[in-house]
């Protein structure tokens, strides 16, 4: 027995002909093996109306599902259709082998793990095998509800995302030839998916056609800007540049065996003395690209030369020394004449001066007593006596902890044979010659392997508490270390509740330390030798939103100009304190390591509260400043009360609106919560307000809700009635873009009293327009041309013209289903100078696909009036779609 359900849905030998029963059988296929309850079902088959029947007959389909069942051959095992409380249980005996979906994510997972492996030629037959097993779009021939619905485009997204992987890997394989047709007309069928035009532009350019390929560019970019009002994303931006300037990297190049493989069986070694170095540490895993790097570093090989100097930077904790350690002993027969490991910070952590560490090194190389005191009087300086004693030798000089160039400068050996592997937070960018390997945090993968390898069977035993430990401990790998350490010295406690015990972030730190591994302390030495400046801005910066933040917010933060935040910023970059990446106009975002913001707040917290909260104050203020501006550009006249942004006015931030809201959505909410939590109430409802154009836009609800919802207890505890009317008239909104009618015409009408309450003719206009268009999605037309009406004249009154094209246009959606073309017509045209006259390209672009929709003979009219097959979707506003009886979506969700 087979069932399928990436394509149309069925069931074989024999498929239920009657659409319910197939949606039933679809909807518990989805979630085989859960038990699916009865009402969720009810919903999924019949809505919001069910027939009073509707248990009674779901209680036929389900009969006749096992029956179907039961008539499995002979030898084959069917599923099996429990009723478990409360609800029903589908169970596949066999999934991989009997229903697609769970083969498909197999494949996929399989597949994606050879790309990262760098298998390309198996994960491209996998993607491929699992493409395979599609037969058209998820779920197909039956009738959606909303949970099939959700599935069906995440199954279908998924299909995608595969299919781009499968490209990738054969791109990698060098069949741009062959993929270049494919491409095309996957990028014909899908205009606006960015990553297929990438895809397309490489295999263009690698077969000779880099002028095509920059066509594909100008297309897309064109289809974008039309569309969406968004230009390309960087990646593809800078695609676009590297194929204008021909750039070498983007040719395909088939993959070399290492070079010098083939004679190192046959050379014979150099015996390799007894080593002086400490044991590397064990279970070291997940850097293996790093340590090969710095192996090739420093063997030379493929016409480089070794390298001299090796430094290898990062942040407290990463593995920098463990890393330098493998590497010593990986080289070992490369150093035939010893290899030693020196610490450059004494037992207090302060760093040696550059005679310590000469005099440290010559005790280690001569064999005297370290702790003994040298008697240099009359001898050469330290200096000249390391140049001496390591002049014709090979050795390797590992150099632990560096502070500052000048501390190993003169301990540099010549160039007869020996290196020297620094490490150190900081890059020692002014050594000359030294070639630099910067370490991060390990991949999830590695980290979770590094906690099994260290804490054994009770690690091994909780794959998900593992997963979860390691991301509690940014996949830093002294914190896993601890992490195991701590499991280990304590039997009695299992995975999970040591990763409970870590999601507290207030006692994260003092859990990560056992024996005389300290976390804490080890992160805290960078912030030690920090400066004053520095040390402020480290705790002050942890109020910024994560993952990252701009210059502009750690300007506000630090109460300080931009150029000075941005340099106290790059200070702790430098020293490994912060994090630094690409952001929108050549401005760069920081951001914090999960543990050293962990560590940054306790150190704001335990500075006091007073200077935190002025910070932050000061933070959801220039939030808000900057999302007005946004949204002025992003939204023209939503907001009736905000002046028009000024022509050549600057962009916040120094991106375009969308980029800006995108980069800063997270933090816009963040300071939203801040302020509620601080009692600044105007403040909370301002900042919302400047967010509801792009939530709007973007279709975030959640975020629209969770925002409006604080601004509403705040407008309420502060007593403002026109802040509640603007919240409520927001609120009606998103309930009319979810499809609650009933709500969005509860916060209308709340709105328009509180509105009439404060005389603002503008907001009760807006709030009758809203109003307006749920009866016209109502087909109620007589109401909703009344209410369009009286809006008009009130947007006149009170000299609002966006208003006055939104309530003008209604009226022509009115009069075109009242059969009155020529009406519409010349309404819509007076709305379209109206919007040309403000430079409002969203309503000139929307009013332009109106006419041109409707002027067509063909067009059919306008139908509002129930979801059945004929039911046409409408554009009603510039991207908010009618889709039948009172149903509104935004572009997000498509017409």
Request: charged share 25%; net charge positive; with cysteine.
């Amino acid at each position: 027995m087979r069932f399928r359900v990436l394509g149309p849905v069925s069931l074989s030998p024999r498929t239920p002909s009657a659409a319910k029963p197939r949606a039933l059988l679809a909807t518990l296929l989805v979630r085989a093996g859960e038990v699916v309850p009865a009402h969720s079902l009810i919903d999924e088959l019949w809505g919001t109306e069910p027939p009073r029947t509707a248990t009674t007959t779901l209680q036929v389909y389900v009969s006749q599902l096992r029956k179907v069942l039961a008539e499995a051959g002979p030898g084959e095992s069917g599923g099996s259709l429990l009723t478990r409380a409360p609800g029903y249980l589908l169970q596949v005996p066999d999934p991989e082998a009997q229903f697609d979906l769970p083969l498909f994510e197999r494949l996929r997972a399989e597949g994606r793990t050879a790309c990262r492996e760098r298998d390309y030629e198996r994960a491209s037959g996998l993607l491929r095998e699992a493409l395979g097993l599609w037969a058209g779009p998820a779920l197909a021939g039956i009738p959606h509800g909303v949970r099939l619905e959700s599935t069906a485009i995440r199954l279908d997204e998924l299909r995608m995302e595969v299919l781009e992987q499968r490209i990738l890997a054969d791109l990698r394989l060098g069949r741009h030839q062959e993929l270049a047709g494919e491409l095309m007309a996957l990028a014909n069928e899908h205009p606006l998916r960015e990553n297929l035009h990438g895809h397309l532009m490489v295999a263009l350019y690698r077969t000779g056609r880099g002028s095509d390929a920059l066509r594909v560019y100008g297309r897309l970019r064109h289809s974008l800007v039309d569309e969406l009002g968004v230009e390309p994303g960087p990646p593809l931006a800078r695609l676009q540049e590297r194929v204008l300037r021909r750039d070498p990297a983007l040719d395909w190049r088939r993959a070399r065996p290492a070079q010098g493989a083939a004679d190192t069986a046959t050379t014979p070694r150099t015996p390799v003395p007894p080593p002086v170095l400490p044991a590397p540490a064990p279970g070291f895993t997940g850097r293996d690209e790093e340590l090969a790097h710095a192996e090739r570093a420093l063997r030379g090989g493929a016409g480089r030369p070794p390298v001299r100097v090796l430094g290898i930077s990062g942040r407290a904790g990463v593995g920098k020394t463990a890393l330098a350690l493998w590497l010593a002993h990986r080289t070992a027969d490369r150093f035939p004449d010893g290899q030693v490991l020196i610490a450059l910070r004494g037992p207090d952590g302060r760093p040696l001066s550059p005679a310590q560490v000469s005099a440290a090194l010559l005790r280690r190389l001569t064999g005297d007593d370290p702790g003994a005191p040298l008697a240099l009087q009359g001898r050469p300086e330290p200096a000249e006596q390391l140049r001496r004693a390591l002049h014709g030798r090979r050795m390797l000089l590992v150099l632990d902890d560096i502070a500052a160039e000048e501390q190993i400068r003169p301990l540099l050996p010549p160039a007869d044979g020996s290196a020297v592997v620094l490490t150190g937070r900081r890059t020692a960018a002014a050594l000359d010659g030294a070639e630099h390997l910067v370490l991060e945090a390990v991949r999830p993968d590695d980290a979770a392997e590094l906690l099994r390898a260290a804490g054994g069977a009770r690690m091994a035993e909780d794959p998900a508490a593992t997963a979860e430990i390691a991301r509690l401990c940014g996949c830093l790998p002294l914190a896993l270390r601890v992490a195991a350490a701590t499991l280990t010295a304590r039997p009695h406690t299992t995975a999970a509740a040591l990763a409970e015990r870590l999601g507290d972030e207030r006692t994260r730190l003092s859990l990560l330390r056992e024996g005389d591994l300290d976390l804490r302390a080890t992160l805290l030495t960078g912030y030690q030798e920090a400066g004053p400046a520095q040390r402020r801005a480290f705790r002050l910066l942890t109020l910024a939103p994560a993952p990252d933040f701009a210059g502009w917010s750690a300007a506000a933060l630090l109460d300080t100009t931009r150029r000075e935040a941005r340099e106290l910023a790059e200070e702790l970059v430098r020293a490994r304190l912060l994090e630094a990446r690409p952001g929108a106009a050549g401005e760069p975002r920081y951001g914090f390591h999960s543990l050293l913001r962990v560590l940054g707040t306790e150190l704001r917290d335990a500075d006091g509260t007073a200077a935190a909260g002025a910070a932050a104050q000061r933070l959801c203020r220039a939030y808000r400043d900057r999302a007005r501006l946004a949204d002025a550009r992003l939204a023209p006249g939503r907001d009736w009360r905000a002046p028009p942004a000024a022509d050549g006015a600057p962009e916040p931030g120094g991106a375009g609106p969308l980029r800006w809201f995108r980069d800063e959505a997270a933090g816009l909410v963040g300071a939203v919560r801040r302020a509620h939590a601080a009692g600044a109430w105007p403040l909370v409802w301002e900042l919302a307000d400047s967010a509801a154009g792009y939530f709007h836009s973007c279709a975030a609800w959640e975020e629209w809700e969770e925002t409006h919802r604080l601004a509403l207890d705040a407008a309420l505890r502060a007593g403002d009635t026109a802040a509640e009317a603007v919240v409520r008239y927001s609120l009606g909104t998103l309930a009319w873009q979810r499809r609650e009618a009933h709500r969005a015409l509860a916060h209308y009408t709340a709105a328009r009293h509180r509105f009439d309450r404060v005389r603002d003719r503008i907001g009760s206009a807006r709030c009758r327009i809203g109003v307006a268009d749920i009866l016209l999605g109502q087909d109620r037309l007589d109401a909703a041309g009344r209410r369009y009406g009286r809006a008009l004249d009130l947007c006149a009154a009170g000299r609002d013209p966006w208003g006055a094209v939104a309530a003008l246009n209604g009226l022509a959606l009115v009069n075109l289903r009242r059969g009155r073309a020529g009406a519409a017509a010349a309404q819509w045209d007076q709305c379209r100078r109206a919007a040309e006259r403000l430079g409002d390209r969203r309503w000139v672009e929307y009013l332009r696909r109106t006419t041109a929709r409707f002027a067509a003979p063909d067009h059919g009219g306008l139908s509002l009036a129930g979801p059945g097959p004929g039911a046409r979707a409408v554009e009603v506003r510039p991207g908010m779609w009618l889709i039948g009886a009172s149903t509104a979506r935004s572009p997000a969700h498509g017409p």
